[in-house]
């Protein structure tokens, strides 16, 4: 049986309607750690939803896109200029929320996201427009009285999200926009990005496959600084077709299924340990070939690297 997930990937889908393009970005940082290697992505208007494991890189690889730190190698263009030698146009068309966005906590939402606003060079009677408007879009607006300080993390990257929103961008990037949200805040929080990415730019970065995978048409999976995967869902999730299993184990079996496979799921039910695993042919006599969901690619890309060679755990 062949390995069942070095299918060949596209660099990229995009054709004439690219707007922001990194090439061959490579970011080494203070200290020697090559957090991004080699990566070249071209995006046009749509969601591109990035996922990858802690330490894969994302961060590094979204402040270089968004200008705020440089590349040690390659290059950036939006809209067909070099926006290395020159950020300004980018800027002007970005939101960006980072992943340690910090707030001022003695301001309300209004007064901080006014004066974001008029850093941006947004004119004082449309900011007051944007900003109720946009309060009411990450559902802020009964809070808006109280200082920052007082409000939760969730809270906090709501105004995060508000904040990239300010100056209707062309390109929005937002990193780990879901952390610390409630289950009913990230689905608001998604949809938002979703209907945003109808005719802009979107990056959603993330390691929660479940964000992603009803609002993003592409993604790419990162580990260790380089890209392994673009696709749409589809795509990725062809890859493991006729690979994922389902078998019904007692509860002393489980551990010696979880030393030879990739389990993906286990759950307990009446007659035993309902199992999800990955193989490349039926791993048990009576294991059920079922269909594989995406969090099962990534789990497998994401192994793959770890182990090189195979993602069955040996
Ligand atoms: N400013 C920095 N100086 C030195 N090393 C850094 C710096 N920023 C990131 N790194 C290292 O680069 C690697 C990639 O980190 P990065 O934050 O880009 O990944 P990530 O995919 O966003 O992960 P996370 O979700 O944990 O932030 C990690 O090993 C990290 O420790």
């Known amino acids: 049986m062949p390995h069942p997930i070095t299918t060949a990937w596209q660099p990229s889908p995009t054709a004439a309607d690219t707007v922001l393009e990194l090439s061959d970005i490579t970011k080494v940082h203070r200290g020697g750690k090559r957090a991004v290697d080699g990566v070249t992505l071209r995006l046009g208007p749509g969601m591109l939803g990035l996922l ?33 030698a020159h950020p300004d146009l980018l800027r002007r068309s970005l939101g960006y929320l980072p992943q340690d966005f910090g707030v001022y906590p003695n301001l309300t939402s209004r007064e901080f996201l006014g004066y974001l606003a008029a850093a941006k060079g947004v004119a004082a009677r449309a900011a007051r427009t944007r900003i109720d408007e946009l309060l009411e879009l990450v ?6 009285r109280r200082p920052l300080r007082a409000y939760s993390g969730g809270m906090l990257r709501r105004v995060g999200i508000a904040q990239a929103l300010l100056a209707d961008p062309r390109v929005v990037i937002v ?59 589809d795509e990725l999730l062809r890859e493991l077709a006729g690979q994922v299993w389902e078998v019904v184990v007692g509860p002393a079996e489980v551990a010696a299924v979880q030393a030879r496979h990739l389990v993906s799921r286990q759950v307990r039910t009446a007659d035993g340990v ?41």
């Open 175 to 233: 990193d780990e926009p879901t952390a610390g949200l409630d289950p009913q805040e990230r689905v608001r929080v998604r949809n938002l990005l979703s209907s945003l990415a109808t005719d802009r730019v979107v990056i959603f970065s993330t390691h929660i496959v479940s964000d992603i995978e009803s609002v993003a048409g592409d993604i790419a999976i990162m580990t260790q600084g380089r890209l392994r995967r673009r696709g749409t869902p």
């Open 274 to 314: 309902r199992v999800r695993l990955l193989a490349p042919a039926p791993p048990y006599p009576g294991a059920v070939q079922v269909a594989p969901g995406l969090e099962e690619t990534y789990l497998a890309v994401v192994n793959q690297q770890a182990d090189q060679t195979t993602w069955a755990v040996r």
């Open 139 to 144: 559902n802020l607006t009964e809070a808006v």
């Open 52 to 84: 990858g494991p802690n330490g894969a890189g994302k961060s590094s690889l979204l402040g270089i896109a968004s200008t705020a730190t440089r590349p040690t190698s390659g290059q950036l263009r939006f809209a067909g200029n070099d926006a290395l």
